[in-house]
Every structure is written in C-alpha cells, then in structure tokens.
C-alpha cells in the first residue's frame, strides 16, 4: 500500500496550459506539502495544508493553486504553464505539522515538463 | 541565500568502507536535522535525525554527528553497501513555528563494489 501517491507521475504540456496533480496520503496525518525540486536540484516548500488550512504558503506565483477537498487529499493547480514550471514536484505528509520533530513523508513526484 | 549547503554534489566509495557526508548551515536557531535518502525516480524517505541537545544519534550503519559551534553535520555510513547508492539530502526543520524543511541540494553516492 503507498502512502503517499502523486498522479500523475510524468507530465508534458504546452506553454500557456493549465494542469494539474494530484496528491492522497493514506497515513491518517493531517498536514500536507507541495515542494517543488528545480533543474539545480534544489527542493523547496512551496505550500502546506493542515486539516484543509493553508499553514504555509512560500513566494509563488498565483499560476500555482493548492486545493485541499479533505485532509488526505492536496491538489496542485497550475494555470498558464511556463518553461520555468517544469521540475520535480513532491508531495509529502506528516502527523500534525505542528512538532519540529515530526517525519515528513514523501510522494514519489511527479515529472512536469513545459515544452 | 541558501542556508543549508552541501558542498559535495558527489561521492564514491568503495564498498566496505565508511562514506562521510557532509552538510552546513547558516542560522543559529536551527535546532533539528534530518537526512533523507533518495533513489531514482522515487520521493526523498527519511533516514535519521538528530535534535541540537545532541552531538550524535546513531541507527544501525547509519550516524549523524552534530557540530553546533561549526554549523556543521556529517553522516556517517559504515560499512557502506551498493545498496546505498543514492542522493542524500540534509535537511533543518525551520523553528520559526511553521516547521517547514528546508533542504540541501544533495549529494550522490556512489558505493563501488
């Protein structure tokens, strides 16, 4: 059983679209994240929910828009894709967000590529 | 401003032997780390971690030692194994009440059998 599954794992779309990706955790936590991994191959966060509440929500575009429907589910919606949108973006989810000590868990992401 | 670094982008070990990673940071007020490992094409899955109150914390082959008055940690794995091939990733936990991870760009070991 996956604990965290992203759909859908590859992606190629055309400047100017609008997608999105969809994230569900299995774990029964109640905090998720988005973190988006550049060609640098940094891994920044970009947002996170708790219990369907925006808690963290990083420098990025309005094109991008997080979408909870319940706590194991965290969409991305991305509007008017550009070149630089394509990455890795991850999904991850831990128990409650509210510990510095908790593990988050990651999605094995999924694949954007903006030709 | 990037504020955790890892300066090595790869590694090569052989195996057998110890593989010694390396991470810095740069604010004062991180007090948690984490390592996470990641496979190709798979997410980053948690490793080991150690608190500030701790200089060491050791799970099986895997240690991470913590210097504080350096910024510094390192992650020891030994003996190192072709399975452990890997990017590993350095991440702190931002203490300012979000708890958000904030990540190094990882380095790539290579275990050499």
């Known amino acids: 059983d996956t604990a965290v599954s992203q759909t859908p794992k590859y992606l190629v779309t055309q400047m100017g679209n609008d997608k999105s990706i969809k994230c569900e955790q299995n774990?029964?936590?109640?905090?998720m994240y988005w973190y988006k991994q550049d060609s640098k191959k940094f891994l920044k966060i970009m947002f996170s929910?708790?219990?369907?509440?925006?808690?963290i929500n990083e420098t990025v575009p309005n094109r991008f828009s997080p979408k909870s429907p319940d706590k194991a589910h965290l969409n991305l919606h991305i509007n008017s894709l550009e070149l630089g949108d394509s990455a890795v973006y991850f999904c991850?989810?831990?128990?409650?967000?509210?510990?510095?000590?908790?593990?988050?868990?990651f999605g094995p992401g999924t694949r954007l590529l903006v030709l | 401003d990037q504020q955790v670094k890892q300066n090595s982008p790869s590694l090569s070990v052989q195996e057998g032997r110890i593989s010694i990673l390396n991470c810095d940071y740069t604010?004062?007020?991180?007090?948690?780390f984490l390592w996470y490992k990641k496979y190709p094409a798979e997410g980053p899955t948690f490793l080991i971690s150690?608190?500030?109150?701790?200089d060491k914390n050791e799970d099986g082959r895997f240690t991470v030692f913590l210097n504080k008055s350096a910024k510094h940690l390192s992650l020891h794995i030994v003996p190192s194994q072709p399975g452990d091939s890997a990017v590993y990733f350095c991440?702190?936990?931002?203490?300012?009440?979000?708890?958000?991870?904030?990540f190094g760009t990882g380095t790539r070991l290579k275990v050499l059998a």
């Open positions: 150690i608190s500030s109150i701790k």
């Open positions: 774990l029964g936590h109640d905090t």
């Open positions: 929910y708790n219990n369907k509440e925006l808690i």
């Open positions: 991850a989810s831990s128990q409650d967000g509210t510990s510095i000590v908790e593990t988050q868990y």
């Open positions: 991440a702190a936990s931002d203490p300012s009440g979000t708890y958000k991870y904030i």
């Open positions: 604010n004062s007020m991180f007090d948690y």
